[in-house]
Each structure stands twice: as structure tokens, then as C-alpha cells.
């Protein structure tokens, strides 16, 4: 007897031989799940292909290409109430084992006391850094972090259009949107961004960002340390 719902746009479903998991066969370019819709189900890919992506400052992202044995989506059995962070498309004919809270729960309730032991720990343990992975960075402190470690170690000058992209890459962002935060100190003059001056030949011709302010962390956190009064 067929399930109810077991086939629809370029998904088919089965149950498992073993248990009551179920199977999925999704078709090449078809979606498993999209961005902010809520999940309740995780999945263990077994054969094909999945991409995770997601939209970063408007435009999509590619987090990951994933290959047999993954799972992904797992987000949905540990936190309540929670929207998923990114899309999954097959990127060929896939298939994917379903799971779902009561199956992670009832196998915890079976499963020999050492085992279900250990899995409740890893459990507990992937809900802290899940929920700690969701937080979203501070990306302007986190850019004056970075250049203060910079300043902090004796590095004064860096490539601009370099330190943009790898920036761009730390905080998930757009180019444009590190840009705006560095145009930002520039205007307060903890930082200078020219062409003139480079040192080293790998330098010639290109943006030089100069860190123009000593212990900027504190100064950005803080404010400049007021002037010592002198007698006289």
C-alpha cells in the first residue's frame, strides 16, 4: 500500500528495511528544503549530491557541496521552533534517509544505557554550539579585532583589496558591506586607504590600508584616553 504523500514533484519515498525511517529519492535540481522555512526533519545523505546555500547581503552563497555519508538539516531536531539557516538542493539524483525527532528520540530510549548515554552528552553538546553558531557576529568589532591584532603584532600596512575579501569570507559578507565599515574608521582617521607609499614590489600599484591608530580596539570600545595634565 502506498504511503499518503510518498511521491510529489521529482520526490519518491520508501520506507527503510530496517525501523521506520523512511527513504527519499530526490531528482536532480529539486528542493529538499528552502531558506527560513520551518524543519522538523534532518536527513543522512546516502547516495548523489547536495548542495547548502543560503542568501548573504542578497545574493547566494554557497556554504557546502555535500557527498555520502552527510547529514545536514539536523538543526530541526535540536532547537525548538527553528527556521532553516539555508536551502539544500540535489545537485544530482539523491537519495537521503528522513529523520525526525521521534525517530532520534525513541532510538536514545532504546538503545543500550552506555550508548544512549553518550548520545544524550553529544546531543546536549551540539545544541550549545548550534545555538552559538547562530548568533549573529558583531562584524564592526570584529573588524577592528582583526586590525588591532594586526596593529598589536607590528603590522601597520596591509593590502586593501585583500584584506576586504578574506574579511568577506570571515563574516559571511559582501565585499561592499566590509567596505562601508572600513570607509567608516577611515572617516574617523584610525585607518587610510591610498596607493602611494607601498612597500615591496608586490605592493606596486595597489590600495594600501594603513592602520593609523594605536590599541584601536580600546580607542573604538573606549574612546582616546584623555591627555595627561601637566603643571605649570
Same mark, same amino acid.
Given at each position: 500500500m502506498p504511503l499518503p504523500g510518498s511521491r510529489d514533484s521529482g520526490v519518491v519515498m520508501k520506507r527503510v528495511s530496517q525501523g521506520s525511517f523512511l527513504q527519499r529519492t530526490v531528482l536532480k535540481h529539486n528542493v529538499i528544503f528552502t531558506e527560513r522555512s520551518h524543519g522538523e526533519e534532518a536527513y543522512i545523505l546516502v547516495d548523489g549530491k547536495v548542495e547548502i546555500s543560503g542568501t548573504v547581503d542578497g545574493r547566494k552563497k554557497v556554504f557546502a557541496v555535500l557527498s555520502p555519508v552527510s547529514i545536514f538539516g539536523e538543526m530541526a531536531l535540536f532547537l525548538e521552533?527553528?527556521?532553516?539557516?539555508?536551502?539544500?538542493?540535489? *545537485?544530482?539524483?539523491?537519495?537521503?534517509?528522513? *529523520?525526525?525527532?521521534d525517530d532520534l528520540d525513541g532510538y536514545i530510549k532504546t538503545a543500550p544505557p552506555a550508548i544512549s548515554a553518550m548520545l544524550n552528552v553529544m546531543v546536549s553538546r551540539l545544541k550549545t554550539t548550534t545555538k552559538k553558531a547562530l548568533r549573529v557576529p558583531n562584524v564592526p568589532v570584529g573588524i577592528v579585532r582583526i586590525l588591532d591584532l594586526f596593529e598589536l603584532n607590528g603590522i601597520t600596512e596591509v593590502l586593501y583589496d585583500s584584506a576586504v575579501r578574506h574579511m568577506g569570507d570571515i563574516f559571511v559578507c559582501a565585499p561592499q558591506t566590509i567596505e562601508g565599515y572600513l570607509q567608516g574608521l577611515a572617516s574617523q582617521g584610525h585607518i587610510s586607504v591610498d596607493a602611494s607609499g607601498a612597500s615591496g614590489p608586490a605592493a606596486s600599484g595597489r590600495r594600501i590600508l594603513r592602520i593609523l591608530t594605536p590599541h584601536l580596539l580600546d580607542v573604538v570600545m573606549h574612546g582616546p584616553k584623555p591627555e595627561a595634565k601637566t603643571e605649570g
Open positions: 521552533d527553528q527556521s532553516r539557516t539555508a536551502t539544500a538542493i540535489a *545537485l544530482e539524483d539523491s537519495k537521503v534517509v528522513v *529523520l525526525n525527532k
